[in-house]
Antibody, heavy 122, light 110 residues
Framework: QVQLVESGGGVVQPGTSLRLSCAAS????????ISWVRQAPGKGLEWVAL????????YYADSVTGRFSISRDNSKNTLYLQMSLLTTEDTAVYYC???????????????WGQGTTVTVSS | QSVLTQPPSASGPPGQRVIISCSGS????????VNWYRQLPGTAPKLLIY???QRPSGVPDRFSGSKSGTSASLAISELQSEDEADYYC???????????FGGGTRVTVL
């Protein structure tokens, strides 16, 4: 079935780096844009980054620009989020989510992973 | 502070209708379509409505969406206990170049 599975979360110290992965299955991964969306404890949803289906376009929220980098390997059906200079404000559950519009993007996310937790703490 | 504005809570007895509002601006709802998500406690969000008023396969027709100008709304008819969840609106924002979310509305079935 159509599925996204995140991994790579953990507890890290402020100022360090972490890479999240999102493995896709059950659909043509190379045909869809994918976003990372995070949710801090007890808070709402915050979009983090989006990468186009072919990896040529990347968009970032202001809060992570210059610190986070989104990428994908369509040969491995895998999405990545490289996070650096982490702060306590980055503590959240990180979800990867598929855009509902194939070979484009319009921002509606129709498939979500179960999330991976990132805790930034000294 | 979320870009889209939703009431923090809404409630109603079983069988009633609840409407959740979502207010935005000309850079998002005013020119882009609106989506709604439902998040049950401890689970990932689920797409409930896309393109203002379209339901993905499997979403019951008790859920309906509408949009007018820079505002949108989600209506839940025949409220059921399993509808207790957080509901988020979202739209692409041309100024921010990405999707933006509302702060979420917690629906309680009385």
């Amino acid at each position: 079935q159509v599925q996204l599975v995140e991994s790579g979360g953990g507890v890290v110290q402020p100022g360090t780096s972490l890479r999240l992965s999102c493995a896709a299955s059950g659909f043509t991964f190379s045909g869809y844009a994918i976003s990372w969306v995070r949710q801090a404890p007890g808070k709402g949803l915050e979009w983090v980054a989006l990468i186009s289906y072919d990896g040529t376009k990347k968009y970032y929220a202001d809060s992570v620009t210059g610190r986070f980098s989104i990428s994908r390997d369509n040969s491995k059906n895998t999405l990545y989020l490289q996070m650096s200079l982490l702060t306590t404000e980055d503590t959240a559950v990180y979800y990867c989510a598929r855009d509902g519009y194939s070979y484009g993007h319009r921002g509606d996310m129709d498939v979500w992973g179960q999330g991976t937790t990132v805790t930034v703490s000294s | 502070q979320s870009v889209l504005t939703q009431p923090p809570s809404a409630s109603g007895p079983p069988g009633q209708r609840v409407i959740i509002s979502c207010s935005g601006s000309s850079s998002n709802i005013g020119r882009k379509t609106v989506n709604w998500y439902r998040q049950l406690p401890g689970t990932a969000p689920k797409l409930l409505i896309y393109s203002n008023n379209q339901r993905p396969s499997g979403v019951p027709d008790r859920f309906s969406g509408s949009k007018s100008g820079t505002s949108a709304s989600l209506a839940i008819s025949e409220l059921q206990s399993e509808d207790e969840a957080d509901y988020y609106c979202s739209a692409w924002d041309d100024s921010l170049n990405g999707p933006v979310f509302g702060g979420g509305t917690r629906v309680t079935v009385l």
